[in-house]
């Protein structure tokens, strides 16, 4: 037996209905949501979806916010970037 929703992929259980550009975007989430992504804190590839924007590494344990739907890790934080905050923190005082 052929397979019947290659094109469509998870959304074939909607059918004709909601558009083709809406079925094609939940298309496009649901593949690239399918792989882990690496964990900032320990870099091994277990971090995957927990709520909508968080994320959780299997591994550490380590919870993350990024995306609703994708991981996306925060570039790191620089000594120069330390450093400004903590001499416009002593500024305000």
Excluded at 18 to 38: F, K, N, S, T, W
Excluded at 62 to 82: C, D
Aim: charged share 30%.
């Amino acid at each position: 037996m052929s397979k019947r929703t290659k094109k469509v992929g998870n959304t074939g259980w909607m059918g004709p209905r909601y558009g083709i550009r809406i079925r094609r975007r939940v298309l496009e989430i649901d593949r690239a949501r399918e792989p882990d992504a690496a964990c900032p804190k320990c870099s091994t590839v277990t971090v995957h979806r927990v709520a909508s924007g968080v994320f959780e590494c299997r591994r550490c344990g380590t919870k993350f916010a990024s995306g609703a739907y994708l991981f996306t890790a925060a570039p790191p934080i620089t000594r120069s970037e330390k450093d400004a905050a903590a001499v416009s923190a002593t500024a305000n005082d």
